[in-house]
């Protein structure tokens, strides 16, 4: 199958500074990625979708001054967490689907884990 | 909006036993459903999804429309099927995906 690639795997930052994440798409073109949060134990948590060359749409509750993300080619989008705070630390993951394909499979990431002391 | 829930959070079975993890659904549009398998220390994967009508290492999942379910079933447990399973949810024309809360499934020697 296709492979979604992120990084960093994890990360550790300080209250109040930047931090962004990548998310690849390596063997085919990812019209359309998605970001998740994982809380310890629960499910995944849709904070936005990305399409390659647009704003981004946000999910109810989820800050796009906070998060910001960039789908500024067909194989790479960025969530940028700004000003990390402690209640930020948790698992980010993407996942990307190829719009073009009939099968829309949507291929995820291996996740960030962050950390904000 | 659409909604999925998974009832189970932690489900243990001994092995050879048979196992169901309940899935159900509320979308007002006509579904897409899939089953997505996480295992120890590895990325989020797909397991089967409802319109491939197929067995993926033993598990069937049937939508049922009437019952707003898709229960995922396998006959005989193994200890390598131990993992986090999640039911997903497909809708709008973004193609998002809408996650159950996960089952933690423990497949005891």
């Known amino acids: 199958g296709a492979v979604v690639s992120q990084h960093p795997s994890w990360v550790i930052c300080k209250s109040g500074t930047s931090v962004k994440i990548e998310c690849r798409s390596l063997?085919?073109?990812?019209?359309?990625m998605f970001w998740y949060r994982q809380f310890p134990k629960q499910s995944l948590m849709l904070m936005a979708t990305?399409?390659?060359?647009?704003?981004?749409?946000?999910e109810q509750g989820v800050e796009k001054d906070k998060f910001l993300i960039n789908h500024a080619s067909l194989t790479l989008s960025t969530l940028t967490v700004t000003s990390a705070h402690p209640e930020d630390s948790s698992f980010y993951i993407c996942?990307?689907?190829?719009?073009?394909?009939?099968?829309?499979?949507?291929?995820f990431g291996q996740g960030t884990r962050l950390t904000v002391v | 909006a659409q909604r999925v829930t998974q009832p189970e959070k932690l489900l243990s079975v001994f092995k050879g036993a048979p196992v169901e993890l309940k899935c159900n659904y509320s979308?007002?549009?006509?579904?897409?459903l899939f089953w997505y398998v996480q295992y120890s220390r590895q990325r989020l994967q797909l397991l089967l999804r409802?319109?491939s009508r197929e067995s993926i290492k033993g598990f069937t999942a049937d939508l049922n429309k009437g019952e707003t379910s898709f229960h995922l079933k396998k006959p005989f447990a193994q200890e390598e099927d131990s993992a986090m399973y999640y039911c997903?949810?497909?809708?709008?024309?973004?193609?998002?995906?809408?996650f159950g809360s996960g089952t933690q499934l423990t497949v005891l020697p």
């Open positions: 996942s990307a689907i190829d719009m073009d394909r009939t099968n829309t499979e949507a291929f």
């Open positions: 063997d085919f073109q990812a019209t359309t």
């Open positions: 990305s399409n390659e060359g647009s704003k981004a749409t946000y």
């Open positions: 979308y007002s549009g006509s579904p897409e």
């Open positions: 409802h319109i």
């Open positions: 997903a949810l497909l809708s709008g024309s973004a193609r998002q995906l809408t």
